[in-house]
Each structure stands twice: as structure tokens, then as C-alpha cells.
């Protein structure tokens, strides 16, 4: 079945009949928050840099995705069940859960239009050994689709998990509009690892609540993409919360990636620290945008952002702002960025010792990467990813058996 | 098997060298003196095939072939090796892999079969515990963390596993106590055959007290003003450069 096909912004039905009604009126005000001041175009400072016309502009059909599913049963103390199914049998359960907070932009378009997704649950107290892994793959269709997975993971004190998530597929048409949103409890600790493989054209937004002495820790993993726009948010509201956000990102040919950051300190004695690492090559583009505001209140918060990137081509194209607001005294804090190409020192090291130069670049250039996936801690998945790096980066071929 | 001709370089259009001659023959062992300044190193980075230096004369023979017009890694595969300075550190990029995946493009330049982990493990684990380098050094990222000391140990233990036929160590001492010195010493003493030839450049002359050397030269301004035996070098660590330059009225 051909469905009809319709801008984005078209699509928001004008009035909102089902669900219960504290959702209802979170819908409206996300799609009239929409109508009023529309998707972002250039002229969005957050957007500068993300060529989203092309998506804003296209018509995509409402694409029939599966709801996303964790590859396994849950583990014990794990309670998975489908959002739709909660919000008609249960809804309370999600009030002041489900977007909680503000959004705008596709984060308000995947809230006034999700209609399925997950709520995962981890029970106070309980450590799950083995990863939640959360597959999103795309269908296989040249029509051009929008799905908009919604999940929610809510860990309650003191329980600890690994959340994977996988973005795959081919299909170039496909738009996925994805949130993540989390909430740690007392003393929870999340790892969450998040790939995106050659996934079409992706936006999505990971929404994090940690309270007292949580742990967020994220690994992103961006392998390519024609258009990818990603932002991690973690609000840091119980005191001696940390999170931990490192992010490994490739362009190459025509790709598009970027990766923003927001780190709110709001409660004292917080600390962050976030590495993104990328590599541009071909004719890509690569941005990294990270804010980290710490608020009045948050004295003796540590705070560190890095981003580093490697150029490879004089085609490619490196935008990076990693930026502090500070509104207190009492902080440690540190940020800085760098664009360079590969080190001519270790190069030539490397090539006096013998090895040939096309080897020894790409040694450098995993070398450069592979220190973010190594914080990936759930081994398979690391090894996975070591693969999927060497598959992309150049010449990466060679150096598969010598690292 | 090494021979430089006339060779002058220079850097950023700056004269640096002007005029080397020297001939080390294979089983030799020639120290390279010189203070600060004098060139050392230059001669060092020609040697080994480092871009930023620009050869306006002279050629250098090794094994009766034009070394300049080689690539870096083709002069490794030929039997160059060049112990650094500043050996640089390389984050993410594993000493001991490094090493393995150097030798076997060693061996593939010589037509050889690579080495397999085994093997590899069964050279590297006897040359490291020559140079008495832990294992836990071995399998680290290149020269990352590593003190003073363990870098120059480590510029060693490559040569040991790499068995070059001519070995250039550019101020090897610097940096070094007394006990490391007398480690990278030795492990340098027993590499020395009637095949292979080594230069030694050096400030001082107290590393020569360990590895003796057969011919003893001075580089003062870019160029070689003396050359002597074992006996030069001491009389420079008595009278210094300075009595050199007057007496050459540098």
C-alpha cells in the first residue's frame, strides 16, 4: 500500500484524539510549538551547519517500521513493555515520565507523532550482567519514509545495565526521527552504547535525567551517513552525579554528521567529561557542537570537553565549537579543539622502522579512533565495532591482523 | 657499506652541513662528536630519509647504492636503522604489533616468509629481557608513558629485533643514568659484528667508555675537522670543543 506522501510539518494532524490526555496536551503543545515556529532551517544557530532543508523540504510517507525490539528476552529484574501498550492500560505510569521537559524542532515532531515504541525498566537494585541490545533497522524500500522510534529507559536506584542501540540500513530514503529519553535514579549507573551504521537519514535525540551519584556513561559510534544530526542532552540535577560521553564519528564521499552535546550541571559536585573524536575524508562534513553550562548552584563541578578531529582530504570539512557557560566560582572546567592531519613525527618514525607509508597512515588514523571504541566495555560489541572501523577508514584493509 | 660524499644540507635554506666525508665499513664502529649545533642530528634525519632537508650537494652510497633516493621505509628494508633522539610517542598504536608488523615488512622487502605471532613472540621476548624491558612496556602503545630511560631501552630493543647492517644512534646517552646507561650500552655491544656497522653520535664522551669505538670524528659547523682512534674522544672530554675550534681557528 502507497501511502500518501506529505511534508514533515503537514503531517501534524490538527487535532489530537487519543492517548490520555496529559499526553494529548503534551502533543499539542509540541505540534503547536511546531506551527508556530516551524522546523530549523540556516538560520537556527544550533541547525547552522546541518544541511536539513533537504529533509524539511522532502515528502515522506508515514513508513510502516516495526516498533523497536530488544534482540533478547529481558533479563530478570528487566520489565520491557511497549509504550502503546502502556499509555492504553496504565498511562499514569508514564505521567512525568514520557517528554518530560521541553522539546522543539524533531524532538516536538517525534513527541507529537510517535506511536509505538518501548519502556524499559530496570528494577531498584538490580544489575543486569548482559547488554540490552536495540535494533533499528530500516526497512528495505526505495519510497521515501519517516519512522519515529520512541524509547524509555527508566533505571531505578541503585540498579546498573548496558543499553545497546543499533541503527543499520541501507535505505537512503528513509528518515528516522528518533528519542531516547533516560532517567537514572539514585546511585543507577547506564552504559549506553549507540551505533549508527550506514543509517539513511537520521536524526535523533538521547534526553538524559540523572539523580544523586548516578553514572551515564555513552559511547557513539557514527560510521557514515548522508545526513546524520545526533544530540546527547544529560541534565545533572542530583548532587555528585557524573556522566561520561565519548563519541567516535567517520565521514567520507558526500556524508554529513554531527553530533552535538549539552551537558547541564545543576546540582553540586557533578563532573563530565566528554571526548569526541572524528575523521573526515572524501568531500565529507563532520561538525561537533558541545555546550556544558554549569548553573548557580553547582559548586565544585568538574567539567571536561574535547573534541579532536582528523582531516584527511582537503575536501573534507571540519566545523567544531565545544563552549562553557559558567555561572558559578567554584568549578574546574576545561575545553578545547583540534583539526589537524596525521603527525609527520610518527609517521616518520613508523616508516624508519620499515613499515611502508600507506600502512603507517592507517595505523595513525585507527590509532586515532580506536581509543574510543576501546571504551566500549561489553567485548563483543567492541570487537564488532573494531571491524566496522577498519571496513571504513582508508587502507584500513591493511592494517586488519597487525593491530 | 656506508659512504658520504661531499654532502651538504640544508634546512629552511640555511646551511647546516657543508662538506661530510666519512666511510664506515661493516664491522666498524664510528662515534660522531660534535657540540650542540654542530650538525649531528641532520646527519642523523639525512640518513634515515626525514622530509625538511634539502640536499644541495653529495651523494651517500649504501651498499654502492644512492640511499637519498629511498624511501624511508625502503631504507629500513635494506638494513638502515636510525635510534632516535626523541623516540615520539604514538597513543593507540601497540609497541610490540608495531614491531612485528616492521619486521615482516622487513622480510617481505628480502623476499622472506613473515614471522607468525609465535616466532615473533619467541625474538621479542629474548631481546626485551636483554634490554631489560618488562613485559608490560612491550605490549603498551609506542614510547607512551615511558620514562627517559625506557624509550632509549626500547630504541634499542627494536634494533636488537630488527638486526639492521647499519645502526645510526643519535645521542643514544642523553637522558640516561649511569645504570640505564650501562643497559643500553651493552645491549649495543652485543649487537656488534663484522657485518654490521654503526655510527654513534654523541655529545659526550662517557657513552665510548662503554661501546668503544674504532674511529672517532668531530663535527664542529658542519663539517668533520678531525678524526682520530678511541683516544681523540678523551682528549675532547678533557680540553672540550673549544681547543678544537681555536686550533682550527673556527
Not at chain 1, 487535532?15 to 515556529?37: I, N, Q
Not at chain 1, 589537524?340 to 610518527?346: A, F, K, N, R, T
Request: a negative charge; charged letters at 25%.
Amino acid at each position: 500500500m502507497t501511502q500518501e506522501r506529505q511534508t514533515l510539518l503537514d503531517s501534524l494532524p490538527s487535532s489530537f484524539d487519543t492517548g490520555p490526555r496529559w499526553l494529548r496536551s503534551l502533543r499539542v503543545r509540541a505540534a503547536d510549538v511546531l506551527r508556530e515556529r516551524g522546523l530549523p532551517n540556516k538560520k537556527t544557530e544550533a541547525w547552522r551547519f546541518t544541511p536539513v532543508r533537504s529533509v524539511v523540504d522532502r515528502e515522506f510517507a508515514h513508513a510502516d517500521t516495526e516498533a523497536p525490539r530488544l534482540a533478547s528476552s529481558a533479563p530478570d529484574g528487566v520489565t520491557v513493555r511497549s509504550l502503546r501498550q502502556v499509555l492504553e492500560q496504565e498511562p499514569a505510569l508514564l505521567e512525568g515520565r514520557l517528554a518530560h521537559g521541553e522539546s522543539e524542532h524533531f524532538a516536538a515532531l517525534n513527541t507529537a507523532l510517535f506511536a509505538e515504541g518501548l519502556w524499559i525498566h530496570v528494577a531498584a537494585g538490580v544489575v543486569v550482567e548482559e547488554p540490552l541490545q536495540l535494533i533499528h533497522a530500516l526497512p528495505r524500500t526505495s519510497e521515501p519514509g519517516v519512522s519515529y522510534p520512541r524509547v524509555l529507559l527508566t533505571a531505578e536506584t541503585g540498579s546498573e545495565a548496558t543499553l545497546i542501540e543499533t541503527y543499520v540500513g541501507e535505505a537512503a530514503e528513509q528518515l528516522t526521527n528518533s528519542v531516547v529519553e533516560v532517567e537514572l535514579g539514585p546511585n543507577a549507573k547506564l552504559d549506553h552504547v549507540r551505533v549508527h551504521e550506514n543509517a539513511g537519514l537520521q536524526v535523533g535525540r538521547v534526553d538524559v535525567r540523572q539523580e544523586a551519584d548516578s553514572s551515564y556513561r555513552s559511547v557513539v559510534v557514527t560510521l557514515g551517513g548522508a545526513l546524520l544530526r545526533f544530540d546527547v542532552r544529560v541534565l545533572l540535577q542530583g548532587q555528585g552525579a557524573e556522566c561520561r560521553l565519548d563519541g567516535a564519528y567517520l565521514v567520507d564521499g558526500d556524508d554529513h554528521v554531527d553530533h552535538h552535546t549539552l551537558v547541564e550541571h545543576k546540582a553540586p559536585r557533578c563532573r563530565s567529561d566528554q571526548t569526541y573524536r572524528g575523521i573526515a575524508s572524501g568531500r565529507g562534513t563532520a561538525v561537533f557542537d558541545g555546550i556544558v553550562v554549569v548553573h548557580r548552584d553547582a559548586q565544585k563541578t568538574e567539567a571536561h570537553q574535547e573534541n579532536r578531529n582528523l582531516l584527511l582530504s582537503e575536501t573534507a570539512t571540519v566545523h567544531t565549537k565545544p563552549h562553557l557557560e559558567i555561572d558559578t566560582d567554584d568549578v574546574i572546567c576545561s575545553h578545547g579543539a583540534t583539526v589537524g592531519s596525521l603527525d609527520q613525527s610518527q609517521l616518520f618514525y613508523l616508516r624508519a622502522r620499515g613499515i611502508p607509508e600507506e600502512l603507517a597512515r592507517a595505523m595513525l588514523t585507527y590509532a586515532f579512533i580506536e581509543r574510543v571504541v576501546d571504551e566500549v566495555a561489553h567485548e563483543p560489541t567492541r570487537d564488532r565495532l573494531r571491524e566496522a572501523v577498519l571496513a571504513v577508514i582508508p587502507q584500513g584493509e591493511a592494517i586488519r591482523g597487525v593491530t | 657499506m656506508l659512504k658520504i660524499e661531499d654532502l651538504h644540507v640544508e634546512v629552511d635554506g640555511k646551511p647546516i652541513l657543508k662538506g661530510i666525508n666519512l666511510e664506515v665499513n661493516a664491522g666498524e664502529v664510528h662515534a660522531l662528536m660534535g657540540p650542540n649545533g654542530s650538525g649531528k642530528s641532520t646527519l642523523a634525519y639525512v640518513l634515515a630519509g626525514r622530509d625538511g632537508y634539502e640536499v644541495t650537494k653529495g651523494r651517500v652510497l649504501y651498499k654502492g647504492q644512492d640511499l637519498l633516493e629511498m624511501l624511508p621505509e625502503a631504507r629500513a628494508a635494506e638494513g638502515v636503522f636510525l635510534g632516535f633522539q626523541y623516540p615520539v610517542a604514538i597513543p593507540g598504536v601497540s609497541n610490540i604489533y608495531f614491531l612485528k608488523a616492521a619486521l615482516n615488512a622487513i622480510r617481505k622487502h628480502r623476499g622472506e616468509d613473515p614471522l607468525d605471532a609465535i616466532d615473533f613472540m619467541k625474538i621479542s621476548k629474548e631481546k626485551a629481557a636483554l634490554m631489560q624491558l618488562p613485559d608490560e612496556l612491550t605490549k603498551r602503545s609506542v614510547n607512551d608513558g615511558f620514562s627517559g630511560g625506557e624509550k632509549k631501552r626500547n630504541e634499542i630493543f627494536h634494533m636488537a629485533v630488527l638486526e639492521p647492517a647499519l645502526a645510526v644512534l643519535d645521542e643514544t646517552d642523553s637522558g640516561l643514568d649511569i645504570d640505564a646507561l650501562k643497559v643500553v650500552a651493552d645491549g649495543v655491544n652485543a649487537l656488534r659484528s663484522s657485518e654490521r656497522a654503526m655510527l654513534i653520535i654523541t655529545h659526550y664522551q662517557r657513552l665510548l667508555d662503554h661501546i668503544v669505538p674504532d674511529v672517532v670524528h668531530v663535527l664542529i659547523d658542519g663539517q668533520i675537522v678531525r678524526t682520530g682512534d678511541k683516544d681523540l674522544a678523551r682528549h675532547l672530554e678533557a680540553e672540550g670543543y673549544t681547543e678544537v675550534r681555536d686550533a682550527m681557528q673556527l
